[in-house]
């Protein structure tokens, strides 16, 4: 399976900022997802990158606030802009290999 | 409009014994189905999936099986051990007509907790 980092994995963040969190996949991939986990709720797909096209967001998520780039088939960033206490979730990355969709750690993410 | 439903939040089982979780879906257009497993502070873990054409998927100690008429899937963990406590997650995915990659529907998780 693929191995995913995600920076960073953990942080503290003031209301009103934005913060970008970073994921790397050892290997080259063609969709890459990012998801939410809010406290005591499932996972959420935000939305789908796939490089070279904008994100494909889900209903409920928008660009302005989860602004995502793919800029190469290892690597992608979502940013959480304009943070309020209800953003403070896990934001995980995941990707497609096969039928089967792998997540990395996770980013924890605190606002206050 | 909840897509895949766990309607038991947590589940309490003896170490040795078997555990079952369970899990329903509605969307017919669902044609693959998968387990993750989830420690607190950890990203989910992939642990067993099952396609569509099949009612039954093995691995180890972990077995799933499907049936597709009910529309319900469940995963056997046998025999159950400690290091098996964890919230598992249900998932459902398919590549549905508008052209959409695969894409996964969680359940809401339940939390297993396997006793010594």
């Known amino acids: 399976s693929a191995v995913i980092s995600q920076k960073p994995s953990r942080d503290i963040c003031q209301r009103g900022t934005s913060l970008t969190i970073q994921c790397q996949v050892d290997?080259?991939?063609?969709?890459m997802f990012w998801y939410r986990q809010q406290p005591g709720q499932s996972l959420t797909l935000i939305a789908t990158?796939?490089?070279?096209?904008?994100?494909?967001?889900e209903s409920g998520f928008v660009i302005d606030k989860f602004p995502i780039s793919r800029p190469n088939l290892t690597f992608s960033t979502l940013t959480v802009s304009n943070m309020s206490p209800e953003d403070s979730s896990i934001y995980l990355c995941?990707?497609?290999?096969?039928?089967?969709?792998?997540f990395g750690e996770g980013s924890w993410l605190t606002v206050v | 409009d909840q897509q895949v439903k766990q309607n038991s939040p947590s589940l309490s089982v003896q170490e040795g014994r078997i555990s079952i979780l369970n899990c329903d879906y509605t969307?017919?257009?669902?044609?693959?189905f998968l387990w993750y497993k989830k420690y607190p502070a950890e990203g989910p873990t992939f642990l067993i999936s099952?396609?569509?054409?099949?009612d039954k998927n093995e691995d180890g100690r972990f077995t799933v099986f499907l049936n597709k008429s009910a529309k319900h899937l469940s995963l056997h963990i046998v025999p159950s051990q400690p290091g098996d406590s964890a919230v598992y997650f249900c998932a459902a995915s398919g590549t549905f007509s508008s052209g959409s990659a695969r894409q996964l529907t969680f359940g809401s998780g339940t939390q297993l907790t396997v006793l010594p």
């Open positions: 290997s080259q991939v063609t969709m």
């Open positions: 995941s990707v497609e290999q096969g039928n089967t969709i792998y």
């Open positions: 990158a796939n490089q070279g096209s904008e994100a494909t967001y």
């Open positions: 099952i396609s569509s054409i099949k």
């Open positions: 969307n017919s257009m669902f044609d693959y």
